[in-house]
C-alpha cells in the first residue's frame, strides 16, 4: 500500500485497489487488519519509514565530508524525482499534509514515523561527529527541507528547489563545530579537538 499512498494520497486508495495491489480477497485484508483501509495504511507508513530512513546512510556514507555527502544527497534526490517525471517521493509526507487535519489516527503514525526519522537520523549524524544537539537540529533541517523541496519540484517540474535546499542545509550543517577523533590536544572525552565540519576532509588528511 505504500506505493499507492506515495502515488495517489490516502483519500484516492480504496480497498479495492489494496486488494488488487496485493493479490488477496477483500475479506483476507479485513481479517488481518481489522480497522480497514485506516489501519492497513498505519502499517504502510510504518514499514515506509523504516525502510526510508535506511537510505540515509547509504547516501552519506559515500563522502567523507559531512556537507558534500549532504549536499550531494539532495542531488541524487533531484536526479530521482525528474527521472521519475516528478512523481511523489514520500507517501509519508504525502499522508500527513493530505490528512493532518482529518485524520488523527494516521497524523499520530506519521508523527511517530518522522520522530524515529529524527531519531536514527540524530544517532547518525552524532556518529559522523557533531555533537548531539547540533546533530537532532541538523536533521530536522535535512527533513524539513527535503520534504519542501519535493514538494515545490513537483509543482514547478524542475530541481531547482532540491538542489537550492541542499546547498542550504549543507552551508549550515558546515558552520557546525565537529569532533574529529585522534587529534591532539585536548576536546572531548575521546580526546578529539572540535573543529568546523567543512574542514573535515582537509583535516584528517593533514592528521594521516
Known amino acids: 500500500m505504500a506505493e499507492l499512498l506515495r502515488v495517489q494520497g490516502y483519500a484516492a486508495t480504496g480497498l479495492q485497489q489494496l486488494a488488487r495491489a496485493a493479490q488477496a480477497p477483500i475479506g483476507s485484508i479485513y481479517h488481518h487488519f481489522r480497522g480497514g483501509k485506516r489501519e492497513v495504511a498505519a502499517a504502510a507508513l510504518r514499514q515506509a519509514g523504516a525502510a526510508y530512513i535506511q537510505l540515509l546512510p547509504l547516501l552519506l556514507d559515500q563522502h567523507a565530508d559531512l556537507p558534500a555527502?549532504?549536499?550531494?544527497?539532495?542531488a541524487a534526490a533531484a536526479e530521482d524525482i525528474a527521472n521519475t517525471g516528478w512523481a511523489n517521493m514520500c507517501p509519508v509526507g504525502t499522508v500527513a499534509a493530505e490528512i493532518a487535519d482529518t485524520e488523527p489516527?494516521?497524523?499520530?503514525?506519521?508523527?511517530e514515523v518522522i520522530a524515529s526519522w529524527v531519531d536514527e537520523g540524530t544517532r547518525y549524524l552524532a556518529g559522523r561527529g557533531l555533537a548531539q544537539a547540533d546533530a537532532r537540529t541538523g536533521m530536522y533541517a535535512v527533513l524539513s527541507a527535503l520534504e519542501g523541496g519535493f514538494l515545490l519540484?513537483?509543482?514547478q517540474r524542475t530541481v531547482e528547489p532540491l538542489l537550492a535546499a541542499g546547498h542550504a542545509v549543507s552551508a549550515y550543517i558546515a558552520t557546525m563545530p565537529l569532533w574529529v577523533?585522534?587529534?591532539?590536544g585536548g576536546g572531548d572525552a575521546s580526546g578529539g579537538d572540535v573543529v568546523h565540519v567543512a574542514g573535515?576532509?582537509?583535516?584528517?588528511?593533514?592528521?594521516?
Open 181 to 184: 577523533p585522534g587529534v591532539q
Open 153 to 155: 519540484a513537483r509543482a
Open 200 to 208: 573535515d576532509a582537509h583535516l584528517r588528511g593533514e592528521q594521516g
Open 105 to 111: 489516527e494516521l497524523r499520530q503514525v506519521a508523527a
Open 69 to 74: 555527502a549532504i549536499e550531494g544527497a539532495f
